[in-house]
């Protein structure tokens, strides 16, 4: 972890690789977001120059200093953090994902600044769901999340389209956490079907401690921070 930029992001990989064999996937359906929140335009630069196309952040400020900065390059942003949505307009133009729509307001706001934007045609959007039931983390109740996207679907929201859902692994606890990643899954897989949404397909789910254990309960995109850059400093 103490590695170059370089070193992190191959060892990385190569984990992400072992842990998708010894799951039995196809490593393509996995994709590594970088997160690089906090980060400087240095650093993101650096991991962009090393071929690491995906990356996310938590906060709108942060990445609206960067995000333009680096816009000749075809990067792919994810939201990943908490959005009230007031702040909903500073998504256009800036990410092309949002890994934590958990009300409807959020996703109406999301929905109308997405039409108003030139730049953006399509966001692609997961639900953050709160599986652990921790009260510090936002997201939806997994018993919410049916009746939550019937209501979604019913306002036919343009410009947005619903790609799966999202959530969290319970800090140093492997067993909740797989148990959380394995829920997320079931509710995934099960909404799908039961609304034939074809595209409902991700699972965004992992992060620096706990990503193989995530890609062995299915994940399509892990987010991690740490391991690629370095323990970050406490703000
Ligand atoms: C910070 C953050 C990550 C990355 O965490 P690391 O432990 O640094 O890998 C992933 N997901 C979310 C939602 C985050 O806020």
């Excluded at 630069?45 to 400020?61: P, R, Y």
Aim: aromatic share 6%.
């Amino acid at each position: 972890m103490s590695g170059s930029l370089a070193e992190n992001l191959t060892a990385v990989r190569h984990r992400i690789q072992q842990c998708a064999e010894v799951a039995g996937r196809d490593v393509h359906e996995i994709q590594l977001i970088a997160v690089s929140k906090t980060r400087s335009l240095e650093e993101v630069q650096a991991l962009a120059a090393l071929g690491q196309t995906a990356f996310g952040e938590n906060t709108v400020q942060d990445a609206m200093t960067k995000i333009p900065q680096l816009n000749s390059q075809a990067l792919q942003w994810h939201f990943i953090g908490h959005l009230q949505s007031k702040k909903a307009g500073k998504i256009p133009g800036y990410f092309q994902w949002i890994h934590s729509v958990d009300s409807l307001k959020l996703a109406q706001k999301l929905s109308n600044a997405m039409a108003s934007n030139s730049k953006n045609s399509n966001l692609h959007c997961l639900l953050q769901v709160n599986v652990s039931g921790e009260n510090s983390k936002s997201g939806l109740k997994p018993e919410a999340v049916k009746p939550f996207l019937r209501e979604l679907l019913d306002l036919q929201l343009p410009c947005l389209s619903w790609r799966g859902l999202m959530t969290i692994g319970v800090r140093g606890d492997e067993l909740q956490t797989r148990q959380a990643f394995s829920q997320l899954r079931e509710l995934q897989q099960s909404c799908r079907e039961e609304f034939s949404l074809a595209a409902f397909d991700q699972l965004s789910m992992g992060m620096s401690g706990d990503y193989c254990l995530a890609i062995e309960e299915g994940a399509t995109l892990v987010r991690v921070g740490t391991s690629i850059f370095g323990q970050r400093e406490q703000l």
